[in-house]
């Protein structure tokens, strides 16, 4: 596999975001920290971790229906080892997202019998929702709140103010917006988050970010190549060889029986991110 792409990013609107939670972190209890369970450590800001401070913090672990089960498990063990609380959720079908109250409500424990103690258990739970952008959050939130209380889209950058919203069981969500941070300083987080649309395709080059997912899955999932684009023989390949295999396999041609690439690379994308390439997680938890 070719050299990690280096991936570009302009904030603009979220160092003002990441102010807002500055200030807003004094009104909530606790954070739920919402990641994408195929690249749990990538989708994680690290600049959150100073702007929250010791705010007591949930992990889940979202788009679960989408990653490897079995890599999932060992991430929560993982994040569980160093005592953050971990939740698969996939907001699609709701699985997990049920359990969320219970979780939430044990990560409080000590605090909920301090406010009994003083006559205030009646008072709810809040809790700050933070992630990068596309990670779910929005949906998570109407999954949670069982109607739609956040606009949610598949495209990164929906959510730009913060809005509270009230679930059922004594639990207040503060939305946020979708933050990321300024630089990348590993290329390869970048380049997970551009694989999975937390960065808008407008600043990317399409057609290298294919052929380098195409390398990824080359060596980590190569049945799943071979099932959806017929690819064999992943040996001694480039990526760019590899993308245009499957432009000619899917018989994506363009005039003089060129392999039309920019096609399959936006279609290879869009099922990667669609789930059709099967559960796939691309970063595994450190030993």
Known sequence: MAEA??????????????????????????????????????????????????KPRLLLLNRADQADPQQ?????????????????????????????????????????????????????????????????KSSFINRAAGRKAAAASDKPGVTRGKQWVTLSK????????????????????????AFTGAVKDQILDTEELAAHLL????????QSLTERYKLTDFADKQDWELLEAAARKRGYLISGGEADTLRMSNILLDEFRGGKLGRLTLEVPEC
């Open 215 to 222: 390398g990824l899955l080359a060596q980590t999932a190569p």
């Open 5 to 54: 792409m280096k991936v570009n990013w302009f904030p603009g609107h979220m160092t003002k975001a990441l102010r807002a939670m500055e200030n807003d972190i004094r009104l909530v209890d606790c954070v739920c920290e919402i990641t994408d369970a195929r690249i749990p450590r990538s989708s994680r800001n690290p600049a959150l971790d100073e702007v929250l401070g010791q």
């Open 170 to 193: 004594g639990l207040e969500l503060l939305d946020t917006p979708g933050v990321l941070w300024p630089k990348f300083d590993d290329p390869k987080v970048g380049e997970h988050l």
């Open 72 to 136: 999932t498990k060992a991430w929560i063990r993982y994040y569980q080892a160093q005592g953050i609380p971990a939740l698969e959720t996939d907001c699609k079908s709701g699985r997990g997202v049920d359990k969320f109250p219970a979780a939430v409500r044990e990560l409080m424990a000590e605090k909920l019998k301090q406010w009994e103690a003083k006559g205030q258990a009646t008072r709810p739970l809040r809790a700050m929702v933070v992630g990068i952008p596309n990670v779910g």
